[in-house]
């Protein structure tokens, strides 16, 4: 059995928030990188660019792809699709669609924070709340409160929403 917690209009809604919090919370840059996640992270990140460009095109955002095993952060590679030293002194905004233990989010963190930056922040669509790791999301959708048993899947692609199992 699955329950929709999030529509369509509703996610579509908390981004353009998201996307109002990132420009407000970054008004004098020049630049924004958005680095999202392999999988909805990255389509997350997508859709924030287009959102942040219909509020303020002068602010040019750039979207760079992190690739980590989310099952076995420790033991895979992580790898961009960018050179990440190009990455140095930038305004990131790391982007995934849902912060639970915060396991991924602390090796990600862990991986850009070999560079010196001007500014690391984080962007989730749902924070479950149930951190191991200390981390926090900057920007955050919704926050549920689910049993460690639930699961929550974002798809947004062809058939956008977000749902409990």
């Given at each position: 059995m699955n329950n929709q917690i999030l529509s369509e209009e509703k996610i579509e809604k908390i981004l353009k928030r998201i996307a109002f919090q990132i420009i407000e919370n970054n008004?004098?840059?020049?630049?924004?990188?958005?680095?999202?996640?392999?999988?909805q992270g990255m389509q997350m990140a997508r859709n924030l660019k287009e959102f942040m460009y219909s509020i303020r095109p002068e602010?040019?955002?750039t979207v760079c792809e992190l690739f980590i095993d989310?099952?076995?952060?420790?033991?895979?590679?992580?790898?961009?699709?960018?050179?990440?030293?190009?990455?140095?002194d930038s305004v990131i905004v790391l982007?995934?669609?849902?912060?639970?233990?915060?396991?991924?989010?602390?090796?990600a963190l862990s991986y850009l924070?070999?560079?010196?930056?001007?500014k690391l922040e984080t962007a989730v669509?749902?924070?479950?709340?149930?951190?191991r790791f200390p981390v926090a999301a900057t920007y955050s959708g919704i926050s549920l409160s689910t049993t460690l048993d639930?699961?929550?899947e974002v798809k947004l692609d062809k058939e956008v929403g977000a749902y409990l199992y």
């Open positions: 008004f004098l840059e020049s630049e924004i990188v958005l680095v999202g996640i392999s999988g602010i040019k955002s989310k099952h076995q952060p420790v033991r895979s590679d992580i790898k961009m699709d960018t050179d990440l030293k190009k990455l140095e982007v995934d669609d849902v912060l639970n233990t915060g396991r991924t989010t602390a090796y924070l070999q560079l010196s930056l001007k669509l749902v924070n479950r709340q149930y951190t639930d699961h929550i």
